[in-house]
């Protein structure tokens, strides 16, 4: 076998073999029917503002860095429905569909991409460190693994305190190969803390697969290593996912840690900069085709759920509601320079720097003239 052969990635979902339903009353199936379209109106609402908001980074409205949960929205949706009002959450700079599925304003979320005072963190946050403790969401991280040992120490607090809430920790393939995965995972097995850390596995770290990168490439299993509950699951169905999530929550909040995997795709790059060449044609043509948007759509059309005019107007809502958050944000006032340091600090700290940029750190000492002897 060549190494080409041996490190290709595997781009069919995972098999998830599920015993045969009992048949559900009436009443049962229309619940159902209609917690299924919601999620279809939840992914065309991500689908439209991340979008509009790749739309909003070739104006130069947004700055920095920017990434996109294009093809994830059916892991987003999923993972969210199984989170109360009381959990906590916290995820990676791939975080708008997240943020907007845990109640936090579409504009908001637009404003804090454009760096305005209405934003999430009030335009010093950006796409990737938007903040909201009133909806519980705690920090996008710009770092990889940033956030696994805070989320670990969340739910620490949470288990001094002996309250019934959970924490949700999301991270990207590549995050669990770095030493704070294990370190987190580790002690939240020992102590047995109320958290359900999530792997969105979407075969890419930045540019590299996940078999050229991981050992073990089918990562759920290294819950093992810490007897950690753990599951894989197809992150292209949001019914799939919401159950698995659902699950997961459950243990979590018995009081055990569990390590949920969802396997999905990303439709662009890494950023909206990257175009995406280590891909080759045959990989982006399926990567499209498997389009969870698009699939769960025509899903839905199949089952008698809803038809085309339907489909329809629920693109349209979305698009209406992506281009009222761009107007909102656009309209919104870029911060006062002097406001930068208001929030370096929850409390205020002695002695903390409020230089701005290029200032020097010292007042500078007078220049003394030399004499010249004549």
């Not at 949700?168 to 370190?183: K, P, Q, S, V, Y």
């Not at 299993?221 to 894989?232: T, V």
Request: hydrophobic residues 40%; contains cysteine; negative net charge.
């Amino acid at each position: 076998m060549t190494d080409t052969a041996r490190t290709k990635r595997k781009t069919s979902a995972p098999n998830v073999v599920k015993p045969p339903a009992a048949p559900k009353a009436p009443g049962e199936a229309a619940v159902e029917g209609e917690r299924k379209v919601q999620y279809y109106r939840d992914m065309m609402l991500i689908r439209r503002f991340e979008e509009r908001a790749a739309r909003g980074y070739t104006q130069a409205l947004v700055g920095g860095y920017c990434h996109l949960n294009l093809g994830e929205e059916a892991a987003v949706v999923g993972l969210m429905t199984a989170l109360r009002e009381t959990d906590y959450l916290f995820t990676n700079y791939r975080e708008h569909g997240y943020a907007i599925l845990r109640g936090i304003d579409p504009k908001r979320v637009m404003a804090e991409l454009y760096g305005r005072v209405d934003g999430v963190s009030k335009g010093w946050g950006g796409s990737m460190h938007m903040f909201d403790l009133t909806h519980r969401l705690l920090g996008g991280y710009g770092i990889v693994g940033g956030q696994l040992p805070l989320a670990t120490g969340a739910a620490l607090a949470i288990d001094y305190r002996s309250l019934d809430e959970i924490v949700m920790c999301t991270m990207g393939d590549g995050t669990a190969n770095i030493g704070a995965f294990h370190e987190s995972l580790n002690i939240a097995a020992l102590w047995q803390l109320p958290i359900v850390y999530v792997i969105i596995n979407n075969h890419l770290g930045m540019g590299t697969t996940v078999d050229k990168a991981s050992a073990e490439p089918e990562l759920y299993k290294r819950g093992a290593s810490y007897k950690m509950a753990s599951e894989r699951v197809n992150g292209l169905d949001p019914v799939l996912v919401a159950e698995a999530a659902a699950r997961a929550v459950a243990t979590a909040r018995s009081g055990k840690p569990f390590l949920l995997e969802v396997v999905t795709e990303r439709l662009r790059g890494h950023s909206v900069v990257d175009p995406a060449k280590y891909r080759t044609a045959e990989e982006t043509a399926l990567v499209k085709e498997r389009d969870p948007v698009h699939t769960f759509a025509a899903r839905l059309v199949a089952e008698g759920l809803l038809d085309e005019a339907a489909l329809t107007q629920i693109d349209e809502q979305a698009t209406k509601r992506a281009n009222e958050a761009h107007a909102f944000a656009e309209a919104s006032a870029m911060p006062d320079v002097s406001t930068l340091f208001d929030y370096t600090y929850a409390t205020p700290v002695a002695n903390d720097s409020r230089r701005l940029p290029g200032e020097p750190l010292f007042e500078a000492a007078p220049r003394v003239t030399p004499e010249v002897a004549t």
